[in-house]
T-cell receptor, first 113, second 111 residues
Framework: DGGITQSPKYLFRKEGQNVTLSCEQNLNHDAMYWYRQDPGQGLRLIYYSQIVNDFQKGDIAEGYSVSREKKESFPLTVTSAQKNPTAFYLC????????????FGPGTRLLVL | AQSVTQLGSHVSVSEGALVLLRCNYSSSVPPYLFWYVQYPNQGLQLLLKYTTGATLVKGINGFEAEFKKSETSFHLTKPSAHMSDAAEYFCAVSGANDMRFGAGTRLTVKP
């Protein structure tokens, strides 16, 4: 089955620690996205990538970093600079960089110890 | 630039009653409009979308939405609510360069 997988489902971060959230897709999609979801705020765009080896900041990129070395993978690192990382993180993809349906992964919930 | 406003963060209906979730948008280009549903601790699933053509769009699980350009609205309806419809619903608008999501409406269905 084609789709998007995210791991882990739950992630705990200690203060000052960097953590990496995994996102993999086997849909052969060019574009991938990371969103942060907080209660009552909808989805906010952190980073997006239109194509391999290229990525752009979204609305709330501070404290986060990404890489896009492979078409199917778009990992997100939450750095120690992100002071309020507790949230639900969603990865999505679209076939191309156009006005298209976004396909979402199941999400990773990040909690701070 | 695009933006979406969902009217009502919480909506409660009785089982069998009409479901109406409201969405208004603004867009500088002809918009593509979407409704997604999210069940607890899961990702978003597409319910339906409007791109061009027929303004009444039918989706999965008996939901439909009507694109009204004059009112800049894309309200989601279902004639008869089922307990399994309880979830959070997001309206989204896609422009030339990005997709913007509303803040979401949590639907509760009472027995």
């Amino acid at each position: 089955d084609g789709g998007i997988t995210q791991s882990p489902k739950y992630l705990f971060r200690k203060e000052g620690q960097n953590v990496t959230l995994s996102c993999e897709q086997n849909l052969n999609h060019d574009a991938m996205y990371w969103y942060r979801q907080d209660p009552g705020q909808g989805l906010r765009l952190i980073y997006y990538s239109q194509i391999v080896n290229d990525f752009q900041k979204g609305d709330i990129a501070e404290g986060y970093s990404v890489s896009r070395e492979k078409k199917e993978s778009f990992p997100l690192t939450v750095t120690s600079a992100q002071k309020n990382p507790t949230a639900f993180y969603l990865c999505a993809s679209t076939m191309t960089w156009k006005q298209e349906t976004q396909y979402f992964g199941p999400g990773t919930r990040l909690l701070v110890l | 630039a695009q933006s979406v406003t969902q009217l009502g963060s919480h909506v409660s209906v009785s089982e069998g009653a009409l479901v109406l979730l409201r969405c208004n948008y603004s867009s500088s280009v002809p918009p593509y409009l979407f409704w997604y549903v999210q069940y607890p601790n899961q990702g978003l699933q597409l319910l339906l979308k409007y791109t061009t053509g027929a303004t009444l769009v039918k989706g999965i699980n008996g939901f439909e939405a009507e694109f009204k350009k004059s009112e800049t609205s894309f309200h989601l309806t279902k004639p008869s609510a089922h307990m399994s419809d309880a979830a959070e619903y997001f309206c989204a608008v896609s422009g030339a360069n990005d997709m913007r999501f509303g803040a979401g409406t949590r639907l509760t269905v009472k027995p």
